[in-house]
């Protein structure tokens, strides 16, 4: 029986490609998918693009695709990466160019049309208000302050893609599973309504999307086989999907790799960034993993089968980002004795010297590292007062950069006339934009005739 | 006689917009049945009664062993535009993990 092997490329902008070369070495895949657009990135690469317009996709694109495809050439692997971010079509050319100077072939192919930035008056003239998806908000609050506006795509523009030749997929905003799920439609032959199958093709791409989460990374147990006891995290191999026609699937990794595949590892991913696990949407299929089976084959080997596909969801999903003003931050640290003590009494001292000098915020957040930055108010707080160290963390949140720039210029003077052992003050970094995010609801058919696939064979 | 979650349970949490969501994983059936019956959305509303601002969802799903839950306005606006070190939620399901419950 014909199985189809896909792997885990990165999980985020920023990821390591080192499994991804074991993958492909060891590994037997066929496709690589690599997610590297989190909800925030497109933001970051808004910035690179009003820099350079040439900019605007991720730039690991071509040093990972320069180090992998001499690999990858000889193992016959594809890739799918939505690396394109809100420039595929520089993405290509900086690719193209790169592969030229080395003399290598490939067919490199572009989806477009995600980007609606251009078009939000279109949109609305067309009958789609844009609201936002939760609140129900007007998008005229937040129109003038909007950055970038991308609808995520479904797999078939990819899937045309691969027909048309491509060996290397490059798109802006799609869902993450389809860069997986594409490869098996094409493969398979899967009909866009064969919503069992496709179902399962999106539980493999969910649990593939976040690379080494999906094979015992951030493994978050602390019990007997918790954490501490996934092998080699050092050479963590992502995971891997065996898929048969049907849609069966076995999640493994590259043979020889870190890490570790198992029905405990497989469940964290599978639920991991899921609302209702009984309507779990993509553009091209609603997924119920309330029928979904794990059973754990043993040897880094576990079978997902059963899951139930529902018709895809009427409108596509679109974010936007708008500019939500500027944070700053300043940290102070205070050792033992009563350490917490007098990070608290500087934090008061900061409000009044706000307060005095009519400096205000949209917002002021206190943490003390080492106490609750990270667990916040769910931390326990019945053994602060013997600690050997704190910081207090102060941020501020305003819409005017200049009041941002402010902020860490009231700390300086703690240190000779403020309490006892104040160290390693650091505050001196530029404001960093704060981002909205716009999540809302347009229909296929507004959307689906601007996207475009383009194919470019390198010289 | 009562347990703390991380003695008995794992999970693992993550972000999307200003909802954390959080799955929560039984070791065996008989702790998964104990969850069921003690990590209520109401027992949760009161645990993360400092975090989260709206409606607690929780889903069972006993062919996982596992409860989904999801916090709604628990991460003060959302990642990109929280001021917290933990804007993506990453640290709720070790704090799920310190809730203790009758076994």
């Known amino acids: 029986m014909k199985t189809v092997r896909v792997g885990a490329g990165l999980g985020f902008y920023g990821d390591s490609w080192k499994p991804v070369a074991a993958s492909i070495e060891r590994g037997g895949v066929q496709y690589i998918g690599s997610d590297h657009l989190a909800e925030l990135t497109l933001a970051i690469l808004q910035k690179d693009r009003q820099r350079d317009p040439a900019a605007g996709y991720t730039r690991d694109l071509v040093p990972m695709l320069t180090a992998l495809w001499p690999l990858a050439q000889k193992h016959g692997v594809k890739f799918l990466l939505n690396a394109g971010g809100l420039n595929p079509e520089g993405a290509r050319d900086a690719l193209v160019a790169e592969f030229a100077k080395r003399g290598w072939k490939a067919r490199i192919a572009t989806v477009t049309g995600d980007a609606v930035i251009d078009r939000i008056d279109a949109l609305r003239a067309a009958g789609e208000p844009l609201a936002h998806l939760d609140s129900g908000a007007s998008i005229d609050t937040v129109r003038e302050r909007m950055l970038f506006a991308n609808a995520y795509l479904g797999a078939q523009p990819l899937v045309r893609a691969l027909e048309a030749g491509a060996d290397i997929v490059l798109t802006g905003r799609v869902a993450d599973a389809a860069l997986f799920l594409a490869p098996l439609i094409h493969e398979f032959g899967w009909a866009a309504d064969d919503w069992n199958r496709l179902a399962q093709g999106l539980t493999v791409g969910h649990l593939l999307e976040c690379s080494g989460q999906g094979s015992g990374g951030n493994f978050n147990s602390y019990l007997e086989n918790g954490w501490e006891s996934v092998p080699d995290l050092g050479h963590i191999g992502y995971p891997i999907a065996e898929v048969s026609p049907d849609g069966t699937a076995v999640i493994t990794k590259a043979p020889g790799s870190g890490g570790r595949v198992d029905f405990d590892t497989v469940r964290q991913q599978l639920l991991y960034e899921v609302h209702n696990p009984h309507a779990y949407y993509s553009p091209d299929v609603v997924l119920d993993m309330g029928t979904l089976r794990l059973e754990d084959l043993g040897s880094d080997r576990v079978r997902v089968s059963g899951a139930t596909g529902r018709p895809r969801p009427e409108k596509l999903k679109i974010v936007a980002g708008y500019d939500d003003g500027w944070a700053g931050t300043a940290t102070i640290g205070y050792s033992w004795p009563g350490a917490m003590k007098k990070a608290r009494a500087t934090e008061a001292l900061i409000r009044q010297q706000l307060a005095e000098a009519k400096l205000a915020y949209d917002e002021i957040h206190t943490e003390f590292l080492g106490f609750n930055s990270l667990l916040g108010p769910l931390a326990d707080d019945s053994k602060l007062d013997d600690l050997n160290e704190v910081y207090l963390k102060m941020s501020v949140r305003a819409k005017d950069r200049r009041l941002v720039e402010a902020f860490p210029r009231q700390f300086p003077w703690l240190a000779l006339s403020g309490p006892p052992t104040a160290s390693g003050f650091s505050g001196i970094e530029a404001p960093r934009q704060l981002l909205g995010l716009w999540p809302t609801l347009v229909k296929h058919e507004l959307i689906e005739p601007e996207v475009k696939v383009s194919l470019q064979e390198t010289a | ?103």
């Open chain 2, 1 to 103: 006689m009562k347990r703390k979650l991380v003695d008995i349970a794992h999970a693992r949490s993550g972000d999307k917009g200003d909802r954390c969501d959080l799955g929560l994983f039984a070791p065996d059936a008989a702790t998964y049945a104990v969850l069921k019956r003690e990590v209520t959305p109401a027992r949760l509303a009161r645990h993360f009664a400092g975090m989260a601002s709206g409606p607690v969802e929780l889903y069972p799903l006993d062919n996982l062993l596992a409860l989904k839950i999801v916090l709604n306005g628990a991460l003060s606006g959302g990642a990109a535009r929280s001021l917290r070190s933990d804007n993506l939620g990453k640290c709720a399901a070790a704090a799920l993990l310190r809730m203790e419950i009758d076994i």
